[in-house]
């Protein structure tokens, strides 16, 4: 599966931006979508994932109430919405993708063998 995230860009502390994540060249309905991020000088972190069929997500306590994971699998696209944003939240996004049922392990990059360029976001305070 190839992954190509796009959607990033620099607003201010408080307003949302939303992220996608394009997939070619496999079955994007058999793949979790993950979202990532890294700021200069940090690991990369999990930020949100969803299930294959869309149905369920999860979030790191940092994002949740503000940010929200979705998914079209008819388009092969994924999306995160990003509300209320914050300076702490300036990071490169990934989005990644893995063939997995269940959530565990998901917060682990390592976990995903596929993964999309990147996009960077930053929030000015």
């Known amino acids: 599966v190839q992954l190509q995230a796009s959607g990033g860009g620099l607003v201010q502390a408080g307003d949302s931006l939303r992220l996608s994540c394009a997939a070619s060249?496999?079955?994007?309905?058999?793949?979790?979508v993950g979202w990532f991020r890294q700021a200069p000088g940090k690991e990369r972190e999990f930020v949100a994932v969803?299930?294959?069929?869309?149905?369920?997500?999860d979030y790191a306590d940092s994002v949740k109430g503000r940010f929200t994971i979705s998914r079209d699998n008819a388009a092969n696209t994924a999306a995160l919405q990003m509300n209320s944003l914050k300076a702490e939240d300036t990071a490169v996004y990934y989005c990644?993708?893995?063939?997995?049922?269940?959530?565990?392990?998901?917060?682990?990059?390592?976990?995903?063998?596929?993964w999309g360029q990147g996009t960077q976001v930053t929030v000015s305070s």
């Open positions: 060249g496999g079955t994007f309905q058999d793949h979790q």
């Open positions: 969803i299930a294959r069929s869309g149905g369920y997500t």
């Open positions: 990644a993708a893995r063939p997995y049922y269940t959530f565990a392990g998901a917060a682990r990059p390592d976990n995903f063998p596929y």
